[in-house]
């Protein structure tokens, strides 16, 4: 669970450990408190900036009332504010909520809970309120589509309509957890991007930061990633924003229930099948299956793909990303010239992904040195044995105290000198900021999203081979493909054939990628990018105009 940065505002030394007790005690939410008696010192704290929110007593010596509200809430800008207030200044209180702040507390009557959940909400309030569309992802997403529309000279009209998606549906439920006795009102997304190809594919994200930004970012890349493998389907992609790892299994199942029935009528095994993505798995696929399949009053094995294999999941579908990424790092090596026999490796990020391409690299010889997770990154020079870290992290469900190896930050870990560097977690990873100190022959991104712009420019001046996420992960949706169409035609390929035909797509389009860069002198991604692009233009001037 993320830390919030509190700044409170408190002049009576006696609410201020009061407060930062309750804080403490807190289950399941951390906070990092900073504190100030004077309204001076805190306009100032707020000026250097970091807050998530902030926690002010009305009454303070250099200023009082409203006006101490007021002044606070000018500096914080788009920082929530939350007014701390006696018994008897109700309506000033009142008066403040009136204005802008967020929530008020009475000072004698808050408990920890009560507390932690102002703080927590109108973290979040704000969150939806202005970062909905406002997300660097998003906003990268859309930055590297108008660069290949504009390389690749497409229609100002289609242009537009690629830009944004064509649906979006934001929701918010109510949550209850195992030990809590209040309700949580949790966001929850589903996007589809293009409903031009057929159905809509993509998977759903359980991450604390998700917001409809990301989720349509996501979406976006969806539909150029299965465009480019020749897929029939379009792009799309769903979130909750809650951090799963806290999640008890009866929470986690409650949870994706109820956003199953939230987004219900938008899925449908011919109109949008789902899939896992970061923060989901297979269990969680069976609930959104079994619940759709209550409300519709059969069994839908087609509303989703990554599902167990006992309700009509595929073979190699758990590591099909994985598995996907190591034959393209493999096909990538081969056109660079690069032996990875003996190689090394670095993987950011060691959940379904980061993994499953340790455990297939391996596997073809090459030495995996470094390995992370949110708890941080494990280094051994001499090679670590990924079967060994694959059941510790299971046993522990983090990386943090692995024996054999030192523990360095994930910073570290991304600059260390390999021949291939898997980021395979979270995006906006390798900026303008680390590029420069990023030593790697085959940069192959597992996770989506996460190079930027700035930085894909600085690694290919410094020669970087960067196998970009749209071609590189594409092993997850092809395989899913091929879920939906056993399920479809209710026959089973063997994990063989499973594997070939995955080679013979990803190998296919990753060919198809290169000539492309090579023949127009271009980068492998904006290659990726309009081989994708172009497919989708194609078919949508096919398809005409509706009316
Ligand atoms: P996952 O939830 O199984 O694993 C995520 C991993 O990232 C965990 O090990 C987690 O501890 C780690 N992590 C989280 N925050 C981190 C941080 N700050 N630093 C380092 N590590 C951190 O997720 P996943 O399914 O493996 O997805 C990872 C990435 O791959 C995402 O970008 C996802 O969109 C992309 N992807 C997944 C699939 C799929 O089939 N699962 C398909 C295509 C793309």
Known sequence: ????????????????????????????????????????????????????????????????????????????????????????????????????????????????????????????????????????????????????????????????????????????????????????????YRVQHLLTMGPTKGGIRYHEEVNLGEVSALAMWMTWKCALMRLPFGGAKGGVRIDPTVLTGHELQRLTRRYTTEILDMIGPDKDIPAPDMGTNERVMSWLMDTYSQQVGYTVPTVVTGKPVVLGGSQGRKEATGRGLVYLIEAAAEHIELNLKGGTAVVQGFGNVGSNAARFLEELGVKVIAVSDV????????????????????????????????????????????????????????????????????????????????????????????LPDVVANAGGVTVSYFEWVQGTQNYTWTLDEINSRLHSILVDAFRRTVDRASRHNLDVRTAALIEGIQRVAHAKLARGLFP
């Open 1 to 188: 669970m993320t830390l919030a940065k509190v700044l409170l505002i408190e002049d009576n030394p006696v609410d201020t450990v009061l407060i930062k007790g309750l804080l403490s005690k807190v289950q399941g939410a951390h906070f990092h408190l900073e504190t100030t008696e004077r309204l001076s010192t805190g306009l100032e704290m707020i000026e250097r900036g970091g807050f998530d929110v902030i926690l002010s007593d009305l009454t303070l010596p250099d200023s009082q009332g409203l006006a101490t509200f007021m002044r606070v809430f000018d500096a914080a800008g788009d920082i929530p504010v939350v007014v701390l207030t006696g018994m008897d200044d109700l309506s000033l209180a009142a008066k403040a909520v009136e204005e802008g702040a967020q929530a008020y507390l009475v000072k004698g009557k808050i408990d920890g809970p009560q507390l932690a959940r102002a703080l927590r909400y109108a973290i979040q309030r704000t969150a939806a309120e202005q970062a909905e569309w406002h997300s660097p992802m998003f906003q990268l997403a859309q930055q590297q589509f108008l660069k290949a529309a504009q390389i690749m000279g497409l229609d100002d009209n289609l242009r537009e309509r690629l830009l944004f998606p064509q649906r979006t549906l934001a929701v918010t439920f109510p949550f209850r957890r195992d030990d809590y006795l209040e309700v949580e009102t949790v966001f929850g």
């Open 375 to 466: 708890s941080g990154a494990i280094y051994n020079p001499r090679g670590l044995s990924v079967s060994s870290l694959r059941s510790y992290a299971e046993e522990n469900r983090v990386l943090d105290g692995y024996p054999d190896g030192e523990p360095i930050s994930n910073e570290e870990m991304l600059e260390l000198p390999c021949d291939i560097l898997a980021p395979a977690a979270l995006q906006n990873q390798i900026t303008e900021h680390n590029a420069e100190r990023i030593h790697c022959k085959i940069l192959a991104e597992g996770a989506n999203g996460p190079t930027t712009l700035e930085a894909d420019e600085i690694l290919q001046d410094r020669g970087v081979f960067v």
